[in-house]
């Protein structure tokens, strides 16, 4: 399954930090930052989640989102959020659905050993649940000032 630019994301139910589940469809009405990472607590998912977490403020002036999501469990997902003070949910996708959906789940190779993970990537959808842009292979430096200049042009702010 590959999601298109310009195509609704499909609606799926997730666990979400706090013990909630949530829907993709929840958020509609206001614009999502939907951003995966490999591994929580992890360096470059640390500072990537802080540099959202920072920004926060300034996506909400743009009227939009922010939700992370990665195959961590839930108890490591809130202690991830608890830790960085994130101010937005991460999503516990240990089945790989979401992952799978938005085709981030990739063969990686490290020390010459192959293993599935997740590809590093976000994704920018409108307050109608479309897909308007997305990021893969990111590189966490000037991400999310990219992401958010995106997110305010899509708001037109």
């Not at 399954?1 to 310009?6: D, E, V, Y």
């Not at 490999?38 to 002036?61: L, N």
């Not at 516990?92 to 799978?100: K, Q, W």
Request: glycine share 10%; aromatic share 8%.
């Amino acid at each position: 399954m590959s999601l298109r630019i310009g195509e609704p994301i499909p609606d799926m139910e997730l666990t979400a930090t706090g013990g909630r589940t949530v829907k993709l469809s929840d958020y509609r009405g206001r614009n999502l930052v939907l951003y995966f990472y490999p591994k929580a607590s992890t360096p470059g998912c640390t500072q990537e989640g802080q540099a959202f977490r920072d920004a926060a403020d300034s996506f909400a002036a743009a009227d939009t989102l922010i939700l992370g999501a990665s195959r961590d469990g839930l108890k490591a997902q809130e202690g991830f959020k608890a830790k960085q003070g994130f101010p937005f949910d991460l999503l516990s996708d240990t089945d790989e659905t979401l992952g799978r959906a938005f085709d981030v789940i990739k063969l990686k190779k490290m020390y010459g050993r192959e293993s599935l993970g997740v590809e590093r990537s976000t994704f920018l959808i409108d307050a109608q649940g479309v897909l308007r842009r997305e990021w893969r292979g990111v590189k966490v430096k000037g991400h999310v000032d990219e992401v958010l200049a995106a997110a305010r042009e899509l708001a037109g702010a």
